[in-house]
């Protein structure tokens, strides 16, 4: 096949003249190109293909057809890494490593070094060099190269580099101890280890990296028989094991003989030589830095760990593992490592002291190099492998399964233990080895150690390419892509607090240990200890994923848990809580990689009844307590909106009941949860807000199906609503008070129009009266004229003749309350225009106030429930909201007339208003501002606490402890302060009973 300038610019080459030129000089011409377009940099392979046949001709005739394996691998690695093809360039004898996979690592290396592989201590042979062992290194790491290179999915490729990588490492610091063994201890009598640490440890090693290790000794003993033995395995001379040699080392010589071994080794590796080096040998990692002794016995390493070492030595010491020397030597030191290493999470501040050095870490790295930047950078490799470590350490101490080394082993020990999920563990993988992949094609290139993303474009292209990106703007894109979700994930989960607190607890804690944790539960303030491990029991019995997170909750929100008014009860309540909503994948998981619902919840349980069983029958709630955001009120428009979609999409009413009652239950559950978590407000307009929109959507469906029945509306019908609905102060227990105001429809008489308008509003009590989705709601009309006993629906002209002339003074004091509610806005406009002089412009007469004040001293006297103490009463006792409310409306009645800015109906704002007109006295106002709202407060507390929605008791302050702790946690009192809110409250309407004496009664 024959290619065209313009086919090679298609098919990724930068300079096709060139390319063209340097094919004519190779056998099968023009094939090599279609072969080189599918390496990284296409120009490069074709110019160091030319390069290398003109340094052997021969060499590319042994190939075969471009298209055969060999030529494939061959050209992969001239288009992938300029080193690695002048280095074939320089003895093209080489290439044939390329094709030729050789045996093991350790083989070809101790091979090469002339030392027996089969021997416990191998010894080089004298004339060998580091040089040899260089050489064959390199013939092992251009299999490794080729077979990345050649790789369908570098990405997923990637663990098997490393790995691959960690035992070539390994391999070339045992030949090079052998070396050094030959020359300084050539019958192997110390017992010495090296431990790798860092990447080496974890075997995911990169091309070029410093090798981070450790060095060990241990005492001398005689292995010279089984050397001799192994050594001279083809000798027929028998060899006494039983023969002893004396140790001819003190210790002191021992540890010298060992430093010297130490430091030839890593000249070995990383010293002048013919060969350049392979990599640095960095033996930092061990106690004291670089200021400490370079080789320790086991007992020095346990002197130093258990008097000096930091928090961070023992997280390097995760990936510790023996790769070269006596093995067994260093098995025994990663034992001793271990009952330090997963003990360390224990420490005071360890989970603040990790996450204090992740960001010392990323405020070193120099700003212009913070994009470029793939290790230590925001959204790096770093920001994976402390996010993984931080799990590991804190929940290893207990769960075996997490004591792994690599990565990616690791992140699938957490996602199995239920410590991430699965989708987190499956990104934080691929996303993981996408960085490290680049890290590697950065380094391939030139051989060189680097963690940043290439600058030049040419490597850059390459770079893209390597990844299947033929742009560079697209792998910009994805990179940034990568970034920005793996530090997503990092802040998620590196900064749970609920890991904090799991670290504080001890392992036995940790565990749920039957023994530990009874004894736990009885001091941390749980009263019935076996109901207590009954539930946890429960809930973390079996093996499913559930049970599984469950295990790994439960022990901190125990604690979280008993720091509420009744920790019994709040273990019950998640227990329900958790078995209702049954075996939902997200529930758990929400809670365990939320970084404050878990608390949250934890905090609300022990302390309310009524947002446990809301919780229940709306479970999705609980991911309002991720965000404060959620929890903020939607406007009447919104709902509205909503409300007016349902109708659309439901023409069966039953359904659309069902839907428009579940926002407003949904509504209230996030005003419950807005107060329950931060003190009780005394005015949650939100929830009167949620139930206009409820009872306006009810209407809507109450007039279609009066339609769809009847074949035609004969009246209009119009809601107003009253009393503490009206002020928009309702709370959780409140009834609905409304009056109904109708307006027949053109050719209907005023009998079909009053029938109809009547059928609508018992539609509508029944449609929220019935039991179903959430709390129902109650629309009471007894205020409507006459009462019980009165129609329940009246025109605007009955209205009108009623309030002129037979309303009583109480019932224009009820009007101070009404507002418009739902249903036709002319006839609301009409309606007021009717109430808005009867309540605002007649002026009360003496008469009448006389009539105020002995209604309200009968209701004082008659309306107190009997066996409550008055003192104690929020709503009628003294001091109570009926007294302020009294007060303000009796002011409203005498000058609303002159004073347009107190014609308001919520209690507070006329308060305000009347203060600011000068009409209340404003240490008056403040005094009865405070009683109103405490009262309020105590009332939805009671409601909460309780879960009760009637009963004389929501209007009690409690006498007893078991309700009166709930209620002072949820307004805000700490544990003990219980008595706090009782004078707070006795002193607050003490107070507001006296400026009722001097300004009602008067």
């Given amino acids: 096949m024959i290619f065209a300038v313009k086919d090679l610019r298609a098919m990724g080459f930068i300079a096709p003249e060139q390319a063209l030129k340097h094919v004519e000089t190779l056998p099968e011409g023009h094939v090599w190109l279609s072969v080189a377009a599918a390496t990284d940099d296409p120009d490069l392979a074709i110019l160091q293909l030319r390069r290398l046949h003109e340094a052997a001709p021969e060499l590319i005739q042994t190939l075969g057809s471009p298209h055969e394996r060999p030529a494939q691998r061959l050209i992969a690695v001239l288009g992938g890494s300029r080193w690695w093809g002048d280095y074939l360039i320089a003895n093209p004898q080489r290439a044939h490593d390329v094709w030729t996979q050789p045996p093991s690592a350790r083989e070809v290396l101790l091979t090469a070094v002339g030392a027996n592989t089969n021997a416990h201590v191998p010894i080089a042979k004298q004339g060998k060099t580091s040089d040899d062992m260089r050489v064959a290194y390199r013939k092992v790491l251009l299999d490794i190269v080729a077979d990345d290179l050649t790789s369908n999915d570098p990405v997923q490729h990637m663990p098997i580099v490393g790995q691959r990588m960690a035992t070539l490492a390994d391999a070339a610091l045992e030949a090079s101890l052998a070396l050094a063994r030959r020359d300084i201890d050539p019958d192997g009598r110390i017992p010495f280890a090296i431990i790798a640490m860092g990447k080496t440890g974890a075997q995911e090693l990169n091309y070029i990296s410093d090798v981070d290790v450790l060095y060990l000794v241990g005492s001398e003993k005689n292995t010279t028989n089984e050397n001799k033995a192994l050594n001279s395995s083809k000798t027929s001379q028998p060899v006494n094991y039983d023969a002893t040699v004396q140790p001819d080392h003190d210790k002191h010589d021992v540890i010298e003989i060992a430093t010297r071994l130490a430091a030839m080794t890593a000249q070995g590796c990383s010293g002048a030589g013919n060969e350049p080096p392979l990599w640095t040998v960095d033996p930092n990692l061990r106690p004291e830095g670089r200021q400490g002794a370079l080789v320790r016995t086991l007992d020095s390493y346990r002197q130093y760990w258990d008097k000096w070492a930091q928090s961070w030595e023992f997280q390097a010491l995760m990936k510790a593992r023996p790769c070269a020397g006596d093995y067994e030597l260093g098995e025994r030191f990663i034992n001793l490592a271990a009952s330090y290493v997963w003990n360390v999470a224990s420490r005071e501040k360890f989970v603040d002291d990790v996450r204090a050095m992740r960001t010392r870490v990323e405020e070193n790295i120099l700003r212009h190099m913070a994009g470029r930047e793939l290790k230590l950078g925001p959204g790096g490799l770093r920001d994976v492998e402390f996010t993984v470590q931080l799990l590991q350490l804190v929940h290893g101490r207990t769960d075996e399964t997490l004591r792994v080394r690599e990565t990616h082993e690791a992140i699938t020990a957490l996602a199995h233990g239920g410590y991430i999920s699965r989708l987190d563990a499956t990104e934080l993988k691929r996303c993981y080895s996408y960085l490290r992949v680049i890290e590697h094609r950065a380094q391939l290139t030139r051989m060189r150690r680097t963690h940043t993303v290439p600058s030049r474009e040419d490597e850059l292209r390459a770079l893209s390419r390597s990844l299947g990106l033929p742009h560079t703007q697209e792998f910009t894109r994805e990179l940034e892509r990568v970034r920005a979700r793996v530090r997503s994930l990092h802040e998620n989960i590196f900064y749970r607090p609920i890991v904090a607190a799991i670290a504080r607890l001890s392992p036995d804690?940790?565990?749920?240990?039957?023994?530990?944790?009874?004894?736990?539960?009885?001091?941390?303030?749980?009263?019935?200890?076996?109901?207590?491990?009954?539930?946890?029991?429960?809930?973390?019995?079996?093996?499913?994923?559930?049970?599984?997170?469950?295990?790994?909750?439960?022990?901190?929100?125990?604690?979280?848990?008993?720091?509420?008014?009744?920790?019994?009860?709040?273990?019950?309540?998640?227990?329900?809580?958790?078995?209702?909503?049954?075996?939902?994948?997200?529930?758990?998981?929400?809670?365990?990689?939320?970084?404050?619902?878990?608390?949250?919840?934890?905090?609300?349980?022990?302390?309310?009844?009524?947002?446990?069983?809301?919780?229940?029958?709306?479970?999705?709630?609980?991911?309002?307590?991720?965000?404060?955001?959620?929890?903020?009120?939607?406007?009447?428009?919104?709902?509205?909106?909503?409300?007016?979609?349902?109708?659309?999409?439901?023409?069966?009413?039953?359904?659309?009941?069902?839907?428009?009652?579940?926002?407003?239950?949904?509504?209230?559950?996030?005003?419950?949860?807005?107060?329950?978590?931060?003190?009780?407000?005394?005015?949650?307009?939100?929830?009167?807000?949620?139930?206009?929109?409820?009872?306006?959507?009810?209407?809507?469906?109450?007039?279609?199906?009066?339609?769809?029945?009847?074949?035609?509306?004969?009246?209009?019908?119009?809601?107003?609503?009253?009393?503490?609905?009206?002020?928009?102060?309702?709370?959780?227990?409140?009834?609905?008070?409304?009056?109904?105001?109708?307006?027949?429809?053109?050719?209907?008489?005023?009998?079909?129009?009053?029938?109809?308008?009547?059928?609508?509003?018992?539609?509508?009590r029944s449609y929220l009266g019935q039991t179903g989705v959430g709390y129902p709601v109650n629309v009471d009309l007894d205020l409507r004229p006459e009462g019980r006993s009165g129609v329940m629906s009246r025109t605007v002209d009955s209205y009108r003749e009623y309030y002129q002339r037979w309303a009583c003074v109480w019932e224009r004091q009820a009007l101070l309350r009404a507002r418009p509610l739902a249903g036709n806005p002319d006839l609301l406009q009409e309606f007021f225009e009717v109430i808005n002089p009867i309540r605002y412009h007649m002026v009360p007469s003496q008469q009448d106030v006389r009539d105020i004040r002995l209604l309200k001293a009968r209701m004082e006297n008659e309306r107190l429930p009997r066996g409550i103490e008055p003192s104690r009463h929020v709503k009628l006792g003294p001091g109570g909201l009926s007294d302020v409310e009294w007060m303000v409306q009796l002011a409203q009645m005498r000058y609303a007339h002159e004073c347009p800015a107190v014609r308001l109906t919520s209690t507070i704002p006329a308060l305000n208003a009347l203060r600011d007109e000068g009409i209340i006295d404003p240490e008056h106002a403040q005094i009865m501002c405070e009683a109103w709202s405490l009262a309020s407060r105590i009332r939805a507390g009671n409601v909460l606490a309780t879960g009760r929605m009637s009963g004389v008791k929501l209007d009690v302050l409690p006498h007893g402890v078991k309700e009166l702790v709930p209620l002072a946690r949820l307004l805000g009192w700490g544990a003990g302060q219980e008595k706090m809110l009782e004078e707070q409250w006795l002193r607050a309407s003490r107070r507001c009973r006296d400026v009722m004496d001097s300004v009602f009664w008067v």
């Fill in 509 to 764: 804690e940790a565990a749920l240990d039957r023994d530990a944790a009874k004894d736990r539960l009885s001091a941390i303030g749980y009263r019935d200890t076996e109901g207590a491990l009954a539930h946890i029991s429960a809930l973390t019995r079996g093996t499913s994923r559930r049970a599984t997170i469950q295990r790994h909750l439960l022990p901190v929100f125990i604690s979280w848990l008993a720091a509420g008014a009744d920790p019994d009860m709040g273990l019950l309540h998640f227990r329900t809580l958790s078995e209702h909503i049954g075996d939902s994948h997200w529930y758990l998981a929400f809670l365990r990689d939320s970084g404050v619902a878990a608390s949250r919840l934890c905090s609300l349980l022990p302390n309310s009844r009524w947002v446990a069983d809301a919780l229940c029958v709306l479970p999705e709630a609980v991911q309002m307590l991720d965000d404060d955001t959620l929890l903020l009120p939607r406007t009447r428009q919104q709902l509205d909106t909503e409300i007016q979609a349902v109708l659309t999409r439901h023409e069966n009413p039953e359904k659309a009941i069902t839907r428009i009652r579940s926002v407003r239950n949904r509504e209230v559950t996030r005003a419950a949860l807005a107060d329950a978590l931060d003190t009780i407000e005394a005015h949650r307009s939100s929830i009167a807000d949620a139930c206009d929109a409820l009872i306006a959507g009810a209407l809507a469906v109450a007039e279609r199906e009066e339609k769809q029945a009847k074949g035609v509306l004969h009246a209009r019908v119009a809601l107003v609503a009253m009393g503490r609905y009206g002020g928009a102060e309702s709370s959780y227990a409140s009834d609905a008070d409304i009056l109904a105001v109708h307006k027949s429809c053109s050719g209907a008489t005023e009998e079909q129009a009053t029938s109809c308008a009547v059928s609508l509003i018992q539609r509508v």
